[in-house]
């Protein structure tokens, strides 16, 4: 009788350990662990060329599911992951942009940082473009960067302000480095009014659909490397 209520508390004991190992596990994983876990895997079946055009960042890429049939003259590789911010793209950059050893790599990225946190101020989100340009010049010298202006999506209208600083910053900075390129989709976004276009987002005004991303195709072309 007592070695079978041993036998009970050690088993629950050792239930509650599992649980909380597994909960300290879980709370220690990085955001968006899974989605770059999910890339890796998928590297592993089947590893992207050499020499494609990576596209890297947030949402606004990871959405747009069918870029390549925008591109179809190019190899594109979609790294784009849920709402990342460019702390997070820093943190997996030798996972899901070293690797590949691209031929350019077309960031969109930062639009989270402002959003998550109404303390990061513009230049914040700067710097930490510029660590991400940094690492990524690091390891290759000569690739190609490309970065699209953040969106004015309707839903983060009170962060227009700093958006349009953000831009100017990174903009000026890439405006004296050699093989960089700026892509303005800021200012295609709007109507001639001034007002920016409703219908190129979907309902939560935040994110695009196709006809924001023909918006987008046009503006990015002609700044991919043949």
């Not at 994983?29 to 079946?45: E, N, R, V």
């Not at 790294?79 to 990342?84: A, Y």
């Not at 990524?136 to 690739?143: Q, Y």
Request: some cysteine; proline content about 5%.
């Amino acid at each position: 009788m007592k070695r079978k209520v041993f036998n009970k508390i050690y088993i629950n004991l050792l239930i509650i350990t599992c649980c909380s190992l597994y909960n300290y596990a879980v709370a220690q994983t990085p955001a968006f662990y899974d989605d770059i876990q999910a890339f890796k895997k998928q590297d592993s079946i089947s590893m992207p060329p050499k020499n494609a055009i990576l596209f890297v960042g947030s949402s606004s890429f990871t959405n747009w599911k069918d870029v390549q049939e925008y591109f179809p003259a190019y190899k594109i590789i979609n790294r784009g992951f849920g709402g990342s911010t460019l702390l997070d793209v820093i943190r997996y950059a030798n996972d899901i942009i070293i690797p590949y050893h691209p031929k350019q790599i077309v960031i969109y990225c930062g639009e989270n940082d402002l959003a998550y946190s109404d303390t990061v101020t513009a230049s914040q989100v700067y710097q930490r473009f510029l660590l991400l340009f940094n690492i990524i010049r690091k390891s290759n010298p000569t690739v190609p960067i490309a970065f699209v202006s953040l969106k004015p999506s309707p839903s983060r209208k009170h962060l227009w302000p700093k958006m349009v600083k953000v831009n100017q910053l990174i903009k000026n900075y890439l405006g004296a480095k050699k093989k960089t390129a700026f892509i303005d989709v800021y200012s295609k976004m709007f109507n001639k009014d001034g007002t920016v276009m409703q219908d190129i987002f979907i309902e939560d005004n935040l994110h695009m659909n196709a006809k924001g991303y023909h918006i987008w195709q046009k503006t990015i072309e002609p700044c991919l490397v043949k």
